[in-house]
């Protein structure tokens, strides 16, 4: 293939902006396995780990995992990591590139629904640390149709996260949220609050971790503007290279 070849992404030119920050994605990613939708909900390496070294506890529940980008970073800081996807040629990816990083012994990959009684009922007691970072809609920008993004339009397969929440293990829960989420909801929640910003101010999207007993008091919506500093109060602005 040509530089040139190389150079153009493979799924389209909607997904290009991500291919080009690809190295940035995946240190490794010249050797990796990618879908479309992995390459343009995937978090960035350094950003990935930057989230994962948060993590409490030793083992780490990862829900909608996909291609394993958070998965792998978690394993890479020393958590046991269980890893629920769906999608059965997601987790294969997924397989792959945890063996680029040496961390495939670390994770254990589950092609499941992450709401299903079956898919609950086998996880392990353990889990410290719950990582939920569901869809945010069906393609690149498409939660920007929306002006504000609520609790409710993150569920999954019509499950509330706080009511998926009741059901799962963990003592902690660790969020990664649209730009445009509703975060006045947490304004009141006692929480590890993050913004990832680029250098030049643009906001990626919003981390927050607290106690798996104070998510379950979040409340579904909270009537402020989520750019108001009443909604942003507890947020401290983070650049990562």
Not at 87 to 107: F, G, K, Q, S, T
Not at 140 to 148: E, M, N, Q, S
Not at 192 to 197: F, G, S, T, W
Not at 202 to 228: C, I, K, N, T
Request: proline residues 8%.
């Amino acid at each position: 293939m040509s530089p040139e070849n190389r150079n153009t992404c493979p799924f389209g030119p909607q997904y290009q902006i991500y291919w080009d920050m690809r190295h940035a994605l995946f240190s490794r990613f010249d050797q990796a396995q990618v879908d479309a939708t992995g390459l343009y909900t995937m978090v960035p390496e350094n950003h990935a780990m930057d989230m994962a070294r948060r993590a409490g506890g030793g083992a780490t529940l990862d829900l909608c995992s996909g291609i394993g980008a958070m998965s792998i970073a978690f394993a890479r800081c020393g958590q046991q990591v269980t890893a629920v996807e769906i999608d059965p040629r997601r987790v294969a990816m997924a397989r792959h590139n945890a063996r680029l990083y040496e961390v495939a012994d670390r994770i254990d990959f589950r092609a499941a629904d992450a709401t299903a009684e079956s898919t609950l009922a086998a996880l392990p007691d353990d889990i410290h640390t719950l990582f939920m970072d569901p869809p945010w809609g069906a393609g690149p920008g498409d939660y920007l149709k929306r002006p504000v993004t609520r609790l409710a339009d993150l569920e999954l397969a019509g499950l509330n996260l706080v009511d998926l929440t009741r059901r799962l293990p963990g003592r902690e829960v660790m969020l990664r949220l649209p730009p445009n989420f509703d975060i006045g909801i947490l304004a009141d929640i006692p929480a590890e609050k993050i913004a990832y910003v680029s250098a030049s101010g643009y906001l990626h999207w919003y981390y927050a971790r607290m106690a798996r007993e104070d998510f379950l008091q979040v409340p579904p919506r909270s009537g402020l503007e989520p750019m108001s500093p009443a909604a942003r109060r507890g947020f401290v602005a983070r650049h990562i290279p």
